[in-house]
Every structure is written in structure tokens, then in C-alpha cells.
């Protein structure tokens, strides 16, 4: 078992060492920067829906988690170009990460038209979860205008793949935070009705964020398309379709999907549930989520750090150093993790400040409560990020599919039990919280128990030292 992190070398302090905080750091920092401002643009999204009506906000979160839920095993799939390219660059094989990246732009594409079959079921889903006709007829319209942009958050995930998995988070930042810019001018312009063409309220704050996700293919796109791209790294000899490259992408790619699909699904049930207890319950949940951004979507970021570092070194035959990548992100996490939970817990009128109104102080009453529960699950959330990444970063996909398989449970069936038998909007948050406790503990033990070491994702004759 790797029960001792390696945190000290003979010639190198923890903060000097490959892979030590220094690293880690320069790695995660334009990609929390990039994963932050999604944070910011959800944020601003949902606080112009309250502005608009609250009937809008209640509705926006539910519908947009289902929409996610079906996104996230295309997404897994495609995000997994991640780790071959990093594992492909750790062992010195740049021309074959061309023809990975072109298979996940593929995937995303084949993929795009599905999203508007799911339109019928989603519509019986709000009827049956959400008590007030009118929340259900906004989660209608958000979710079916949100299916235009599918398909271009897929490719895109895949060709950002390109560049965090060769460490180049530079340009993941400039491209992400230029798409949440144009997502909050347009969600300003959109969800209030200041251009005529666009309908108002909810759909516009959709169409918003569909136009910004389409920007970031075509910015990402005219990037790689570059010259020195296209002859050094494979995309000119790449085929449209690559039988053998799309074979071992879904072998990995599709276990990864699978498990973001199930965690989210799991959550997306414990809020669609959330609405069989009112408008007031579910706009609370929402705001405590978005707020809760805050805190996880940058661990998002430094996750996505610590999957590459460990493809890189694993790529490279260097397990050991891999692990220093995981400890040094795990106290990044914590460090981070622990200031929120300071501030969530002390002063939650920081992020309620922007919602006040004379109808809504029980919903924010009940929302400082539920800021206490996300104060104690953010860490939890920390320890489960950070070493899931470095499952999946090593190719340990398997056992964190049937992890996540087998935890997500807890939510969806515990949750309707709490329900069904009377229980209110804490008990629920105290099933989620419980299940976050679960999922962190589980990958941290494997993590520790070490069999992910020996693991790989790309071809076994080109790992080097």
C-alpha cells in the first residue's frame, strides 16, 4: 500500500521538487482561474433570473442539472482526451496526440443531435418533480434551448484537451474567461429583454449561455488550426475516423463518463426531489449550489491539474512522482477548501448581499442555514476531487465507475426515503453531505492502496523513463 505520501527528496525541497507546490501551482492556477470564472458566470446568471422572478431562478437549476447529467457522459468521454494527451506527452509521442484530439471532436459531433430527443422525457420529469406549474413550464423551455448547445460543449471540452494536457493552461484561461464574458454581457442584454429578437427571462439566459459555448469551439478551433499545431502534434496526418484511436478513447474515456454520469445524475435526482418541498425549498438549494460554486468549481480546475501531472509522470514510468503531484494538490485543496469554510460559516451575507428583497427573506433565512452544511461538505468535496483526478489521471477508471456506482445510491434512495417519510430540506442536506463524506473516503483509500501505480492508458510499449 502507498500508505506514506512522498513528500521529500534527497535534493529538492516539497516546494522546489517536480511535481511539489510549486508546480502544482503554476499548473492549477490558470485553470482555477478558467473553472472560477464558470463559477462567477453562473453566479451572475442566476442572480439576474432572481432579479427577473424568482419563479425563473427556482427553475433554472433543475433543468440545467438534467441537462448536465445527460452531457456528462459524452463530456467524460471527451474531457478523457485529457489523460492521453498528457500520457502521450510524458512519453514523448506528440504526433499521435493529433489524431486523439480529432476522435474526441468526432464524439462531440455524432453525439450534438441527441440532445433534442431527450427534450419529451425531460418534460414528463418537471411535470411529475415540480409542484408549481409555472417552475415547470420554465424548466421546459431552459432545457430545450440549452439542447443547441450540447454538442458544442463536448467538442470544446475536447479540444481544450489539447492544451491542458501539454500544461499549456494559459490558453485554456484566456479562451474560458473570454466564454463566461460573453456569457454574462449576453445573459445581461438577453434575460431582461434588451434585444428584441431574443425571447426574455429564462430563455434568453439559455440562448446566452448556448451563443458563449459555440464561441469557445470557434476560438479554440482557429487555434489549432494553427501551422506549427498542425504538422507538429499529428493533426494533418489524423483520419476523420480512426477505428483503433476511437476504440481505446471509449474503453477509458467511456468508464470516466460513466462515472461523472452517475454522480450527477445521483444529484440531479436529489434536486429534482427537492421541488416536491416548494418554490421556497428549491430557489434556497439553488442559491446555496450556486454559492457553493465558489468553493468546488476551482477545485474543478486544480483537479484537471493534478489528472495531468499524473498522466504526464505516469507516461513518463515516474509513479513516485506522480504521487508528490496527488499530496501536493491534496494540500492546495484543503488549504483552499478551509478558508471557504471559514467564510461560509461566518459570513454567508457576503454572497446574499446581491439577493435581497422585501418577498424573499425566508428563502434567505433558509439559504444561511444551508450555507453551514456547504461549509462542511467543501472539504469533503476536496478530498474526493483531488483524488478521483488522480485515479483517472493514472487510468484507474474502472473502480471509480463502480465507486460511484455503488455510493450514488445513498442520495437517490435514502433521499426519497427521508421524503417520503416527512422530512424536510435539512434532513436531505444531511443525506448529501453523507454522500459526499462517502465518495471522498472511498477514492482516497484506493488512492492509497496503490494498484493505480501500474496503470496506464496509452500503448504499453511507448511508456518511457
Not at 522546489?16 to 508546480?23: H, I, K, M, N, V
Not at 474567461?177 to 429578437?197: A, R, T
Not at 514510468?317 to 485543496?333: K, Y
Amino acid at each position: 500500500m502507498d500508505a506514506t505520501p512522498q513528500l521529500l527528496s534527497e535534493n529538492a525541497s516539497w516546494w522546489r521538487r517536480r511535481c511539489g507546490l510549486r508546480e502544482v501551482l503554476i499548473v492549477a492556477l490558470p485553470l482555477v482561474i478558467s473553472t472560477a470564472s464558470w463559477s462567477l458566470s453562473n453566479f451572475v446568471d442566476r442572480m439576474f433570473l432572481f432579479w427577473h422572478s424568482q419563479e425563473a431562478m427556482a427553475a433554472s437549476l433543475p433543468a440545467g442539472m438534467l441537462h448536465f447529467s445527460l452531457l456528462c457522459f459524452p463530456i467524460g468521454v471527451a474531457s478523457y482526451v485529457n489523460t492521453f494527451v498528457s500520457q502521450y506527452n510524458g512519453a514523448g509521442e506528440k504526433e499521435r496526440i493529433g489524431p486523439i484530439v480529432v476522435q474526441g471532436i468526432l464524439w462531440g459531433c455524432v453525439i450534438a443531435p441527441f440532445f433534442f430527443l431527450a427534450a419529451i422525457p425531460a418534460n414528463y420529469a418537471f411535470q411529475i418533480s415540480t409542484v408549481d406549474p409555472e417552475v415547470a413550464r420554465l424548466e421546459q423551455v431552459y432545457f430545450w434551448v440549452l439542447a443547441y448547445g450540447g454538442g458544442a460543449s463536448i467538442v470544446a471540452n475536447a479540444m481544450s484537451a489539447f492544451y491542458s494536457g501539454r500544461q499549456h493552461n494559459g490558453i485554456v484561461m484566456a479562451v474560458d474567461s473570454s466564454s463566461c464574458l460573453v456569457n454574462m454581457v449576453l445573459d445581461y442584454f438577453f434575460i431582461f429583454g434588451y434585444v428584441s429578437f431574443v425571447p426574455d427571462g429564462i430563455a434568453g439566459a439559455a440562448w446566452a449561455t448556448v451563443l458563449s459555448q459555440w464561441y469557445k469551439v470557434a476560438l479554440y478551433g482557429g487555434l489549432i488550426l494553427m501551422p506549427r499545431n498542425w504538422h507538429e502534434y499529428g493533426f494533418g496526418l489524423a483520419r476523420l475516423w480512426d477505428r483503433e484511436v476511437m476504440k481505446r478513447l471509449m474503453r477509458f474515456g467511456s468508464a470516466s463518463g460513466v462515472q461523472l454520469s452517475l454522480e450527477v445524475s445521483a444529484l440531479t435526482f436529489f434536486l429534482l426531489m427537492m421541488g416536491r418541498l416548494g418554490s421556497e425549498a428549491m430557489t434556497a438549494t439553488n442559491l446555496a449550489f450556486s454559492i457553493n460554486g465558489f468553493a468546488f468549481v476551482p477545485l474543478v480546475g486544480l483537479g484537471i491539474a493534478v489528472s495531468t501531472l499524473v498522466g504526464r509522470e505516469i507516461g513518463a514510468g515516474q509513479p513516485n512522482v506522480a504521487s508528490d503531484a496527488t499530496w501536493s494538490g491534496f494540500v492546495i485543496a484543503l488549504v483552499y477548501s478551509g478558508v471557504m469554510c471559514v467564510i461560509y460559516w461566518t459570513l454567508p451575507e457576503l454572497f446574499l448581499a446581491f439577493h435581497q428583497s422585501s418577498d424573499a427573506e425566508g428563502v434567505l433565512a433558509t439559504t444561511t442555514i444551508l450555507l453551514r452544511f456547504v461549509a462542511f461538505f467543501c472539504l469533503l468535496d476536496a478530498t474526493n476531487v483531488v483524488f478521483v483526478s488522480a485515479l483517472k489521471g493514472a487510468g484507474d477508471v474502472k473502480f471509480v465507475m463502480i465507486a460511484t456506482c455503488v455510493i450514488s445510491v445513498l442520495p437517490v434512495g435514502v433521499g426519497a426515503a427521508v421524503l417520503l417519510s416527512g422530512g424536510g430540506i435539512y434532513a436531505c442536506w444531511v443525506v448529501l453531505t453523507l454522500w459526499v463524506f462517502a465518495m471522498g473516503a472511498t477514492h482516497f483509500v484506493r488512492f492509497l492502496y496503490g494498484r493505480w501505480r501500474s496503470m496506464k492508458v496509452i500503448e504499453p510499449e511507448l511508456i518511457s523513463a
